[in-house]
């Protein structure tokens, strides 16, 4: 069965310092995507970046990045430069298996930058 | 703002009650998701439409039922609330399945309290 961990419930992280989020995952589907949002305080989810397993580069966007490692199945989210704002629950999610392409959650980790 | 509409934002009501969650996509998805986010549960997929027909089921529970309208706005009924079914309730959208990539985008989210 498909499943994504993300083991940190919680880190902080200095303003202006990197920080790397954690997630594996598990599947038997050799075709898969991976996907990191982002929920503020507020709420909403917010899309971050996608990773397709076919894809030969590690995907970027903008001050995110997705350290991606097949062979060991983990899909570490980078997040360059922290700034206050990036405070939020961040959650790695893969998508389905069958046709459905729901997304399956990981269970989140909680960002907070110090200032 | 992801294009995707959800009413109300936020939603009363006690045990036994009926209530329905209302959702709008972006404009040219024809695939709807819902979600439920708790405390204990994390998110959740529970049903998926695409075009007006119902293309997957999750862990929705009996006394929740869903349907997709031809202008392809969707709604989420949900009767003999419980407690435990307090939640933030969430709409996606997506263009379709067909494609590994599927970036789903969420709307704001209803939160349902069951008093």
């Known amino acids: 069965a498909q499943k994504i961990t993300q083991t940190q419930p919680g880190m902080f992280v200095q303003e202006k310092e990197a920080v790397t989020l954690d997630c594996t995952y598990d599947t038997s589907d050799p075709s898969y995507g991976l996907f990191w949002y982002k929920q503020p305080s507020s709420g909403e989810m917010i899309f971050l970046i996608y990773?397709?397993?076919?894809?030969?580069q590690n995907a970027t966007e903008g001050r995110y990045s997705l350290n991606f490692q097949k062979a060991r199945k983990s899909a570490n989210l980078v997040i360059s430069a922290s700034q206050l704002g990036d405070s939020a629950m961040y959650f790695c999610?893969?998508?389905?298996?069958?046709?459905?392409?729901?997304?399956?959650f990981g269970s989140g980790t909680r960002l907070l930058v110090r200032p | 703002d992801s294009g995707v509409t959800q009413t109300p934002k936020h939603l009363i009501t006690a045990t036994g009650q009926r209530v329905t969650l209302r959702c709008s996509p972006r404009?040219?998805?024809?695939?709807v998701y819902w979600y439920q986010q708790s405390l204990d549960q994390g998110l959740q997929f529970l049903i998926q439409y695409y075009n007006g027909e119902e293309r997957a089921k999750g862990n929705i529970l009996e006394r929740f039922s869903a349907q997709q309208f031809p202008d392809l706005h969707s709604e989420l009924n949900l009767s003999s609330l419980e407690l435990g079914d307090s939640a933030l309730y969430f709409c996606?959208?997506?263009?379709?399945?067909?494609?590994?990539?599927?970036?789903?985008?969420f709307g704001p989210g209803t939160r349902l309290t069951v008093l």
């Open positions: 996606a959208s997506s263009v379709g399945g067909g494609s590994t990539y599927n970036e789903q985008f």
């Open positions: 999610a893969m998508r389905g298996e069958d046709s459905s392409y729901k997304l399956i």
């Open positions: 990773q397709g397993s076919y894809d030969q």
């Open positions: 404009s040219g998805d024809l695939s």
